[in-house]
């Protein structure tokens, strides 16, 4: 992998929290799939979905994917700063406490819901024409079949309290972890493939997914000890 900084174009969405859309590379993807094919731990139980089939990375898939998925936190930090305009004082210190994937197929969904942690992301890795042939056709005013939707409280008639976003194969959305967000069904028959994390900025010294590979050096010494 190479050390040179990548620049990721982002989209910052002014609505009420600060939530961003940026594009992961392919390569990445690529990587996300293909790691998820030795996955075999049912994650269902600790999810909202109506989904039969989730499930967890290993481990080991978890810290490979680390020093991948900070770069896009990074991005998320400056975005974050310039949307709050406030400067952190120090670095937040991320851990990557889980990371699983969705098989959703005809007739399933994701209830409002949130997520446990500090911030969450998606990443959309297939998004079947199917899917997207229907989507087109979809007429009202929701997110439509497939797409993802954002509540942000309760207000008047004229304020933007939602976000709807029918995504794009290698989106990534992060936003707030405690956001509440939804994912309509969908009547074709195929299966949209979406990658899910939660990221915690403290951790038990038991996970060791951090974002900043000295501090794994630090936590596993002090686990050590």
């Known amino acids: ?23 992961i590379k392919p390569e990445y993807g690529k990587m996300l799939l293909d790691e998820a094919k030795s996955n075999n731990i049912d994650f269902r139980s600790k999810l909202a979905g109506q989904i039969e089939e989730e499930t967890s990375y290993s481990d080991e898939a978890r810290l490979k994917m680390v020093p991948i998925l900070a770069q896009y936190f990074g991005v998320y930090d400056q975005a974050y700063q310039a949307f709050t305009q ?39 890795l297939k998004i079947p024409e199917e899917l997207k042939k229907e989507n087109q056709k979809y007429i009202g005013k929701s997110c439509g079949p497939g797409g993802i939707q954002f509540l942000y409280g309760d207000g008047p008639r004229d304020c933007v309290t939602y976000m709807s976003y029918f995504p794009e194969e290698l989106d990534m ?34 996970n060791i997914q951090n974002f900043a590979p000295e501090y794994i050096k630090d936590r596993k010494k002090r686990r050590e000890k």
């Not at 400067?87 to 446990?116: G, M, T």
Request: proline share 7%; with cysteine; charged share 25%.
């Open 173 to 206: 959305f992060i936003f707030p972890a405690w956001l509440k967000h939804w994912v309509s069904p969908f009547k074709s028959d195929c299966t949209r493939i979406s990658v899910s994390g939660n990221v915690h900025d403290s951790a038990p010294l038991n």
């Open 1 to 23: 992998m190479s050390d040179q900084k990548e620049q990721i174009e982002i989209k910052i969405f002014n609505w009420g929290p600060c939530v961003v859309k940026c594009k």
């Open 86 to 124: 406030k400067k952190y004082e120090k670095r937040p210190e991320y851990v990557l406490s889980a990371l699983w994937i969705n098989y959703q197929k005809a007739n399933e969904f994701n209830p409002p819901h949130d997520h446990d942690g500090k911030l969450s992301f998606v990443i959309y």
